[in-house]
């Protein structure tokens, strides 16, 4: 069992920053053998992938709308993973969602931010990027 709880969203003015966090939870689990996701869904769209990591930590990949401005990170000793947004736009506006998949055979593998690939997720954080 893993639970995943988001929180640091709110509202941020255009070229402003933004740090959102990932804490997980449970029992019966080691967060360094699963890989996390970063989501989002604006009112009106389909829910899109922003970045992952792999299990190990030596690999992430994102989408291209957020190269450059976003990074993502974990800290397995504390259970928690991050999404660093620098420079936002008013097209980042929407709820944010961490998600983890078990990945202890070939930790090194690259990681995919396909939503069907997850299957844990928090309940999302709002990020409004607005003047």
């Known amino acids: 069992q893993l639970l995943l709880v988001e929180s640091g969203g709110g509202l941020v003015q255009p070229g402003g920053s933004l740090r959102l966090s990932c804490l997980a939870s449970?029992?019966?689990?080691?967060?360094?053998?699963?890989?996390i996701g970063w989501f989002r869904q604006a009112p009106g769209k389909e829910r899109e992938g922003v970045s992952c990591?792999?299990?190990?930590?030596?690999?992430?990949n994102y989408a291209d709308s957020v190269k450059g401005r976003f990074t993502i990170s974990r800290d397995n000793a504390k259970n928690t993973i991050y999404l660093q947004m620098n420079s936002l736009k008013p097209e980042d506006t929407a709820v944010y969602y961490c998600?983890?998949?078990?990945?202890?055979?070939?930790?090194?593998?690259?990681?995919?931010?396909?939503?069907?690939?997850?299957?844990?997720w928090g309940q999302g954080t709002q990020v409004t990027v607005s003047s």
């Open positions: 998600a983890a998949v078990g990945q202890r055979i070939n930790r090194r593998a690259m990681c995919v931010i396909n939503d069907h690939w997850y299957d844990y």
């Open positions: 449970g029992s019966g689990f080691t967060l360094d053998y699963f890989a």
């Open positions: 990591i792999n299990s190990s930590g030596g690999s992430t």
